[in-house]
């Protein structure tokens, strides 16, 4: 078997392999192992949000849209689809990576290094078929254990939740309180401060 077709059997492998056991990677992301130390101010919520981003794009938006097109327009030669593949995953795919998707972005290179061996846009529809059909599962993984629910803690407002906050911006109860009753809060806290 070439090595064309023997990658091309790997990935269809791996994808039934993580049909619906969940892929060791996704299993580390969910509780937020990073062995790379990805994420900022001892937090890994924005790795969740980047690693969902690009891999969306990789495995069902962008890429497929582009790469699937092009393999199947005259206009693109064959060596021209294989740059966009290459030029629109490339740097992608290390970043993530670096959050955790190794075997992700090894399939990626591995595609690339392959290229030399594939002589006809049916061998690389092949190829890219099998890539994104594993690179799709994996996103289904990734949307599937992403923290959907912590977008409660943003509701959409309504018209009459717009109207309302402009009204009680304008409202000057607090500082008529002040006024009238004085500063007795900020009195009574200096002076708590300097008999401690």
């Not at 090595?3 to 937020?32: C, N």
């Not at 030029?87 to 992700?104: E, H, I, Q, R, S």
């Amino acid at each position: 078997m070439n090595d064309v077709l023997a990658l091309q059997k790997e990935l269809q492998d791996e994808t039934d392999r993580i049909w619906l056991d969940e892929p060791e990677e996704i299993k580390a992301m969910r509780l937020g192992v990073f062995t790379s130390d990805a994420g900022s101010y001892g937090q890994f919520f924005s790795n969740l949000v980047f690693v969902n981003g690009d891999m969306r794009a990789l495995s069902t938006w962008i890429t497929p849209a582009i790469i699937v097109r092009a393999v199947s327009d005259d206009r693109f030669s064959l060596e021209q689809c294989k740059d966009l593949f290459a030029w629109t995953n490339l740097v992608n795919v290390d970043f993530l990576a670096y959050c955790g998707f190794v075997k992700f972005g090894t399939f990626v290179h591995r595609i690339v290094e392959v290229f030399d061996q594939i002589t006809t846009k049916d061998e690389l529809s092949d190829l890219l078929a099998a890539w994104y059909a594993y690179a799709n599962r994996v996103y289904l993984w990734v949307h599937h254990t992403f923290p959907w629910g912590l977008g409660t803690a943003y509701p959409k407002l309504t018209g009459a939740d717009l109207s309302f906050i402009g009204e009680a911006r304008q409202s000057t109860a607090v500082h008529d309180y002040f006024d009238k009753y004085g500063n007795g809060l900020v009195t009574f806290a200096e002076t708590s401060e300097a008999a401690g």
